[in-house]
């Protein structure tokens, strides 16, 4: 079964920047992508960014577009997000996930909620004003 932890939140200023850390254990399967996903209080799951397994197709929700990168590193079983000029909006718990690669063909994209199989327990991210 597969385990994700997450690490790396935490808080900063507006315009900060954060690295968060997901270390993945355990069969996870050649037809998943890994990704982010976040959640806010009061507010729905939301898709931030994926990445498929050949480390370089990039799929990233709207609102993070040429602030934050997704990567990976195989060989050590590591996500990774880096996170530049945050805003309070993007305050969330932050999830690393593992996201079903069908859903690149139908059931609303990778970045829907409901694409997401695996779950890590989060990493608090918060951002003040």
């Known amino acids: 079964q597969a385990q994700l932890r997450e690490s790396g939140g935490g808080s900063v200023q507006s315009g900060g920047s954060l690295r968060l850390s997901c270390a993945a254990s355990?069969?996870?399967?050649?037809?998943?992508?890994m990704g982010w996903f976040r959640q806010a209080p009061g507010k729905e799951r939301e898709g931030v960014a994926v990445i498929e397994n050949d480390g370089h197709t990039t799929y990233y929700a709207d609102s993070v577009k040429g602030r934050f990168t997704i990567s990976q590193d195989n060989a050590e079983n590591t996500l990774y997000l880096q996170m530049n000029n945050l805003k309070p909006e993007d305050t969330a718990m932050y999830y690393c996930t593992a996201v079903n690669a069908e859903f690149k063909y139908y059931g609303g994209g990778l970045l829907s909620p409901g694409s997401a199989d695996h779950w890590g327990q989060g990493t608090q991210v918060t951002v003040s004003s």
């Open positions: 355990g069969y996870i399967g050649s037809s998943y992508y």
